[in-house]
């Protein structure tokens, strides 16, 4: 049985509005807005420190992180990539004009339009990635 694709020009905005108007985004009002418009109710947001769900859980998780930053900017690395209702863009994160202080992927599945989970994929060389990997104490090397 054939299932029916999700448009690629949704899947193509969702990624990057969600980038910009969710995570980028330093007003709460605008970026509930934005979550409302763009994710599923039940909506799973999975990072490296676990499993985020629901539209109000997210937009806490967006706005703490932003607070951690507020001057970062997320920029687009490339195009991103559709296949039928899943989605991929590289970003990185940093001041405006100079280089990224970290990267990663989101990886959108997408639901009836909109955002049903994303996986944010950080590079796990960067600070971010350790801070966020292993909260409140250090990360083990080896």
Same mark, same amino acid.
């Given at each position: 049985? =054939?299932?029916?694709?999700?448009? *690629?020009d949704?899947?193509?905005?969702?990624?990057d +509005?969600?980038?910009?108007?969710? =995570?980028?985004?330093?007003?709460?009002?605008?970026?509930? @807005?934005?979550?409302?418009?763009? #994710? *599923?109710? %039940?909506?799973?947001?999975?990072?490296?420190?676990?499993?985020i769900?629901?539209?109000?859980?997210?937009? +806490? !998780?967006? $706005?703490?992180?932003?607070?951690?930053?507020? %001057? =970062?900017?997320?920029s687009?690395?490339?195009?991103?990539q559709?296949?039928?209702?899943?989605g +991929?863009? *590289? #970003?990185?994160?940093?001041?405006? $004009?100079?280089e990224?202080a970290?990267?990663? #992927?989101?990886?959108?599945?997408?639901? %009836?339009?909109?955002?049903?989970?994303?996986?944010? =994929?950080? %590079?796990?060389?960067?600070d971010?990635f350790?801070?966020? @990997? !292993?909260? $409140?104490?250090?990360?083990?090397?080896?």
């Open positions: 049985m =054939f299932q029916t694709m999700e448009s *690629a949704r899947i193509r905005e969702l990624l +509005r969600n980038l910009q108007e969710v =995570f980028g985004e330093g007003d709460t009002g605008r970026r509930r @807005s934005a979550i409302d418009e763009l #994710w *599923a109710e %039940d909506g799973i947001l999975y990072v490296p420190p676990g499993a769900t629901g539209r109000e859980a997210i937009n +806490r !998780f967006a $706005g703490d992180l932003r607070a951690t930053h507020p %001057d =970062f900017v997320y687009p690395r490339g195009e991103p559709v296949l039928q209702n899943a +991929r863009i *590289a #970003w990185g994160s940093g001041r405006a $004009g100079e990224a970290y990267a990663g #992927w989101d990886v959108v599945i997408v639901r %009836d339009g909109k955002i049903a989970a994303l996986y944010v =994929f950080l %590079d796990e060389k960067s971010e350790r801070r966020s @990997s !292993f909260p $409140g104490e250090a990360p083990v090397e080896g």
